[in-house]
């Protein structure tokens, strides 16, 4: 009788499985312990006393009250209120939608592997801003895609280099992937120039763009610009409930015209048969009529603590080194002198109590050494100024 504990051969596996082998989050639990005081700069999501833990808490006994029948299979486009507020979230940032071409999902990563999968063959190649969302680079790549980064400066994706790449490839890409506003990780926007000529390459080669909207609700100045969306009525947008209300409900959508809206449907059906009734229910009650005057009291709280990462970098980062301050979102780019690597760099700064994200970790091919990424959002402000001259002393350390 064979061991249930037996190792399984690796040829049982899945040749997309290669793709996950390594975590980038495992990398930096396995530091958590080299300090007693650890200051973590990592977290890319809302502060947990930003959350409205009282709002949910409310909406929650509200679906509760209106009787079973969230408990039942279907809905498998999502509840059908939360659906329209989406639409009227979405006209707040510039995205034009209907509630017709809105499919929600488990969190906006869902729906790119719901496009990766309807979309992707071994094979094709798929275009990303460089640097990007990582798991969106692993999420296409386990689809069998090669993916290759699109050059970004202070305006975002240098669309005359696209062009180029384009001309140099032996076929066109399956779909482009950007993040134009407040972009994780850089929290570069998009120029509006950018976004129409993005706009107008894609649909001179016809090309699906993909735009990634987590972060536009937090703006702290400038205009509002139109989404690509708004740009190109083609356009697939994801959006997401994670930065505004809580990443814990997993509640995100997908905005996609059809006749591929239908098949991401059918994609979606098959995977989850429908999606967590409760969850959508408890959403769209605490959302409507209270997420814009939240939104709108958080947004101050972060820019808060943008302006205090700002003044420490100011502080105590060494001469030489550059970072752009974002007008929203939650996220900060900081790009040292050529000759250090910050992927060897978050070992000494780990020993000195603060773990940062190399910003490699944010390449396809993990290819640039010199800068990395602190998220603002989720610090305590108190913690800001020690973090930054703890990552300072391991620079230091470093030569």
């Known amino acids: 009788m064979s061991s249930p504990n037996r190792e399984m051969n690796r040829t049982a596996y899945a040749e997309r499985l290669d793709v996950f082998q390594t975590s980038l989050w ?58 329209r507020l989406i639409v009227e979230q979405m006209a707040k940032v510039n995205a034009p939608a209907v509630a017709e071409e809105i499919l929600v999902i488990n969190g906006s990563q869902e729906g790119m592997d719901i496009i990766g999968r309807a979309l992707i063959d071994p094979g094709d190649v798929v275009l990303v801003d460089a640097p990007t969302f990582p798991d969106a680079v692993r999420i296409y790549e386990s689809h069998g895609a090669t993916v290759l980064g699109m050059p970004m400066d202070d305006e975002g994706v240098i669309v005359d280099d696209v062009r180029a790449m384009l001309d140099r490839l032996p076929a066109k890409p399956k779909f482009i992937y950007t993040i134009p506003t407040f972009q994780n990780p850089t929290g570069v926007t998009m120029s509006l120039a950018r976004r129409q000529a993005l706009v107008d390459l894609a649909r001179e080669r016809d090309i699906l763009i993909v735009e990634d909207d987590p972060y536009s609700a937090f703006r702290y100045e400038g205009e509002t610009l139109p989404s690509l969306r708004a740009l190109d009525p083609a356009t697939v947008y994801l959006g997401t409930f994670s930065k505004t209300l809580s990443p814990g409900l997993r509640v995100g959508w997908i905005s996609a015209p059809e006749p591929l809206y239908r098949q991401l449907f059918g994609l979606k059906e098959v995977m989850h048969i429908g999606n967590n009734r409760i969850a959508t229910r408890l959403v769209y009650h605490a959302a409507n009529g209270f ?48 000759r250090y690597n910050t992927d060897d760099l978050l070992a000494a700064a780990a020993d000195n109590g603060v773990i940062f994200l190399p910003g490699s970790w944010f390449y396809p091919g993990r290819t640039k050494h010199n800068a990395f990424r602190l998220s603002f959002s989720s610090l305590d402000p108190d913690l800001m100024a020690e973090g930054v001259r703890r990552i300072r002393l391991a620079i230091d350390q470093a030569g």
């Open 26 to 83: 495992l990398e930096v639990d396995a530091m958590v312990d080299r300090h007693p005081d650890m200051i973590f700069f990592g977290n890319g999501g809302p502060a947990k006393s930003l959350m409205p833990a009282d709002r949910l808490a409310e909406a929650t006994a509200t679906v509760w009250s209106e009787g079973l029948d969230m408990l039942t299979y279907g809905e498998t486009e999502g509840y059908a209120p939360l659906r």
């Open 291 to 338: 997420i814009d005057g939240h939104v709108a009291w958080a947004r101050e709280q972060y820019r808060a603590r943008r302006d205090t990462l700002v003044a420490a970098l100011e502080q105590y980062m060494p001469a030489g080194t550059k970072w752009l301050v974002p007008q929203g979102g939650f996220f900060l780019w900081v790009e040292l002198p050529e």
